[in-house]
Each structure stands twice: as C-alpha cells, then as structure tokens.
C-alpha cells in the first residue's frame, strides 16, 4: 500500500476534508494528481508533515511505523504504554511516541511472535485493522475483552469446485479458546498446486477474526490445495479447477 492510499483510506475513515484554496508545499503533489484532494485535506487536519526535503513520495510503500505516526495525529491519547515488542528497538525515535499511542489505544498489539516489524511495508488488510481500529477508539467506544492466544484457524469452504480463470475466495476464520474472534493477525496463505507453490501472501483478520483470500484460477484443470497458517495452527482446503461444460444443441421446433 503507498502513502497516497493509506491517507486516502483515513480521510474516508475518519470523515477528514477541507483544505480547499489551499496549496499543498510537498513539490511532489501536483494538482492533477488523483490523490492531490486528499493529501491536501490530510495537511489542513494537521495529521501529515512529510519528509524533510519537502516531498511527501506518495507512491512509496508506507512503513508500519509511519502509519502508526500518520494515525496517532488523529487521536487524543493520555495514557502511556511501554513497547515490549522484541524488536523495539528497530522503532525510529521519530516514530516511537506514534507507536506509544496506538499501543495505548489498543489499536495496535503487534505480531504472534510478539514483534512490531515497524520497517515493513503495511499490507491493505493490516491497514484497514489499523485504521478501523483507531475509529473505534476515537469515537469512544469501549474496546471488547482482549481475546486470548489465538487456539482455531478454520479455512472456509473446505472443497469447492471452480471454472477455470475464475476468482475463487476462501475465509479464515482465528479464534481464542472461548470462540473469541482474534483480530489484527497476519494469516500466511499458500497455494500448492501440482506438488509446487504456486502463490504465497498474507492477509489480517478483522474485527471479527476473519482473513478473506482471493486470487485467479489457472488455465488448465487442476486441483489446488490451500493452506492457511498462523504459528502452529493451520488449516487446509481443495479447489478443483475444471473446464465449463460444452453448450447442447437446441432443441426441435414444436409442431404449428
């Protein structure tokens, strides 16, 4: 996802407009540019700044650590929280107040493996968590129960039959022990087809525990096997890819 986009999805979220009959100074934004709106609604709000040589890059990938900075402009945090993740210290110093308040908030809690991956480009499933989860909070609304360690990964449907090149989609579903949906964790995804993989990527559940797959299916009949992971938990599912049936030929005309 790149910093145009990320703005963009937060102005939605957040209801962020304005700055109309004002320039932006980034001399990489120009008027034409479909994100110019944004980014310029983005600067009135006062939530982004930029870089220090007057550019804001918004086709480069956004960090972990600069969506949590660019989301922490837009709330009101009072509490404060240490970062425990094993990798804090790859955290700029810059970023660290940022990452403080969404950890704060609860918006944030990080990887299973208790890391923050803050140099990581933000997927658009991270960032829709991320994001939503920053609305929650700033509209007041009490945060659930922590859930527990995440304990069930389910993958839905188990088999299903597609035509060839169609999109096929399938739900991972991470609960706790209690059937508490787990949100905000990275679901790695693999396809396997023909004893190779042929796909990998990597998807957060939301709100309610869940983690949507979607990719294209081959040109040729062929049976995929879809595995869904997370640390020692993993589920699988079947896609059987085949060919649509041949058209039959019409029917005779009835008599007048």
Same mark, same amino acid.
């Given at each position: 996802?790149?910093?145009?986009?990320?703005?963009?999805?937060?102005? =939605?979220?957040?209801?962020? +407009?304005?700055?109309?009959?004002?320039?932006?100074?980034?001399?990489?934004?120009?008027?034409?540019?479909?994100?110019?709106?944004?980014?310029?609604?983005?600067?009135?709000?006062?939530?982004? +700044?930029?870089?220090?040589?007057?550019?804001?890059?918004?086709?480069?990938?956004?960090?972990?650590?600069?969506?949590?900075?660019?989301?922490?402009?837009?709330?009101?945090?009072?509490?404060?929280?240490?970062?425990?993740?094993?990798?804090?210290?790859?955290?700029?110093?810059?970023?660290?107040?940022?990452?403080?308040?969404?950890?704060?908030?609860?918006?944030?809690?990080?990887?299973?493996?208790?890391?923050?991956?803050?140099?990581?480009?933000?997927?658009?499933?991270?960032?829709?968590?991320?994001?939503?989860?920053?609305?929650?909070?700033?509209?007041?609304?009490?945060?659930?129960?922590?859930?527990?360690?995440?304990?069930?990964?389910?993958?839905?449907?188990?088999?299903?039959?597609?035509?060839?090149?169609?999109?096929? @989609?399938? @739900?991972? @579903?991470?609960?706790?022990?209690?059937?508490?949906?787990?949100?905000?964790?990275?679901?790695?995804?693999?396809?396997?087809?023909?004893?190779?993989?042929?796909?990998?990527?990597?998807?957060?559940?939301?709100?309610?525990?869940?983690?949507?797959?979607?990719? +294209? =299916?081959?040109?040729?009949?062929?049976?995929?096997?879809?595995?869904?992971?997370?640390?020692?938990?993993?589920?699988?599912?079947?896609?059987?890819?085949?060919?649509?049936?041949?058209?039959?030929? =019409?029917?005779?005309?009835?008599? =007048?």
């Amino acid at each position: 996802m790149t910093r145009a986009e990320f703005v963009a999805l937060v102005n =939605g979220a957040f209801n962020v +407009k304005g700055g109309e009959g004002k320039a932006t100074d980034f001399r990489d934004v120009r008027e034409d540019d479909w994100f110019y709106s944004s980014v310029r609604a983005a600067v009135a709000a006062g939530y982004i +700044k930029g870089y220090l040589d007057g550019t804001f890059r918004p086709n480069q990938a956004i960090t972990r650590q600069e969506a949590a900075v660019l989301l922490s402009g837009l709330l009101e945090v009072k509490e404060d929280a240490p970062l425990n993740f094993r990798d804090a210290g790859q955290i700029g110093e810059w970023a660290r107040a940022g990452v403080v308040k969404l950890v704060a908030s609860k918006v944030i809690t990080g990887y299973p493996d208790n890391t923050f991956r803050s140099l990581r480009s933000i997927t658009r499933g991270e960032a829709v968590v991320m994001i939503s989860q920053a609305v929650a909070f700033k509209e007041g609304q009490v945060p659930p129960e922590k859930p527990g360690e995440p304990a069930v990964l389910k993958l839905e449907p188990e088999k299903q039959e597609k035509y060839l090149e169609e999109t096929v @989609t399938l @739900t991972a @579903t991470l609960t706790d022990r209690d059937g508490h949906a787990v949100p905000g964790k990275s679901v790695a995804f693999q396809v396997q087809r023909g004893g190779k993989t042929v796909l990998d990527n990597q998807v957060a559940t939301d709100n309610d525990g869940k983690a949507v797959f979607q990719y +294209k =299916g081959p040109a040729e009949p062929a049976t995929d096997t879809v595995q869904a992971k997370l640390g020692n938990l993993s589920a699988t599912a079947t896609v059987e890819w085949v060919r649509k049936a041949a058209g039959g030929g =019409g029917g005779g005309g009835g008599g =007048g």
